[in-house]
């Protein structure tokens, strides 16, 4: 296969600029539409190939370290020759033109929806106002007064272009421009809608209803295709997505699909022992706390979690003890304490194995169960 840059003639530093303008200045020389020789329209075929795989980066860099520079059907991205004569020249051939379409896909719409942690436990539902473009009631996306309709125009006769002739350095080229008078379209509304001024649609609010799914997180994007905005001329809709935040919540925690929390107890009932009740995100809790809990043991109670976003199989609610040390005792509660001491005769204070302090202690706790 012939090497792209001696086809193209410049050489393998070559900018950008350097290869486009050698390209343009072949593509004139060899064009089928100039150069109708056999030979001609080979060596604008290896010309346009090289081209396509020199002006983009990426196959550059994979041509230049000798891997494949793809297969050799023509320019990639462009529908052929006379789409490449098109970018470079402004021209086309005759006879392919067509007319833009009126009906455009509407535009995507973007909205930003913030969950309490408690609606991620079991999903929520969202009636959400939209500020959008809807279909015109009253030319229902025609673009024209009720009782009138586009016509064709009498410039173009409908094909949506004219035909000019360019003197060049290629001689005469005949081109194909978009018709100034119908911008394209091929036709003209002599009568446009008073509601919608032509366009098909207009702004307004509607309400979209939403089920939000359970296990969803901050960052997480939901997308309900057709529920964006419409499109030009009563075109589709386009997709309306939800951008989701999760707040903070001031007692519970989320890691993963388990919920998190801190239970402060008192000494006596780490002593002694227990049994409360809490309120959790999604309903009371009771809890047994055994007889010399200690500070950092965690306490899971099964299925009290976040059902996760592909799945029913709740995580679980696992608290971390803390066992509250009073600062202030009056005389007898002191006396009391100082009494215990002596009766369970403690040992002293003394250095133990080294730990990552209380939070990290905990932190693990949560992690590992």
Do not use: W
């Not at 942690?117 to 673009?143: K, N, Q, S, W």
Request: hydrophobic share 35%; glycine share 14%.
């Amino acid at each position: 296969m012939a090497d792209h840059y001696e086809v193209l003639g410049v050489p393998r530093d070559a900018s950008q600029d350097d290869i486009k303008k050698a390209y343009r200045k072949l593509a004139r020389q060899l064009h089928p539409d100039v150069n109708p020789g056999e030979d001609a329209a080979e060596r604008f075929k290896l010309v346009t190939h090289a081209y396509d795989v020199l002006s983009d980066s990426e196959q550059r860099r994979r041509y230049d370290m000798g891997g494949d520079s793809g297969g050799f059907g023509g320019a990639q991205g462009f529908g052929g020759f006379s789409d490449i004569f098109d970018t470079f020249f402004g021209g086309g051939g005759a006879g392919r033109v067509r007319p833009r379409s009126r009906t455009e896909r509407g535009q995507d719409a973007l909205v930003r929806v913030t969950l309490e942690l408690r609606e991620v436990i079991f999903g929520a539902h969202r009636d959400i106002e939209v500020d959008t473009a809807v279909l015109c009631e009253t030319c229902e996306g025609g673009c024209c007064q009720p009782g009138t309709s586009p016509v064709t125009c009498d410039i173009c006769h409908g094909s949506g272009h004219v035909q000019r002739t360019v003197r060049s350095l290629l001689g005469n080229v005949v081109t194909n421009q978009p018709c100034a008078t119908c911008q394209g379209y091929g036709t003209t509304i002599p009568y446009p809608c008073a509601t919608c001024q032509g366009q098909g649609r207009v702004r307004a609010r509607r309400t979209v209803s939403v089920d939000i799914p359970a296990g969803v997180e901050t960052g997480l994007r939901l997308q309900l295709p057709g529920s964006g905005e419409v499109g030009p001329a009563g075109g589709p809709h386009g997709d309306l997505y939800l951008e989701i935040t999760v707040a903070a919540d001031e007692v519970f925690s989320r890691d993963g699909d388990d919920l998190l929390a801190t239970l402060d107890v008192s000494m006596p009932d780490a002593i002694l022992g227990t049994t409360t009740r809490i309120e959790a995100l999604d309903g009371p809790v009771d809890l047994e706390l055994r007889a010399g809990v200690q500070a950092g043991d965690v306490l899971t109670i099964k299925g009290r979690g976040i059902t996760p976003l592909r799945g029913n199989q709740r995580g679980d609610l696992r608290i971390g003890v803390h066992v509250v040390t009073p600062t202030r005792l009056d005389h007898k509660e002191r006396a009391l304490i100082e009494e215990f001491a002596k009766k369970t005769k403690a040992p002293a204070p003394r250095l133990s194995e080294f730990q990552q302090g209380l939070f990290a202690k905990l932190r693990d706790r949560f992690r590992n169960g």
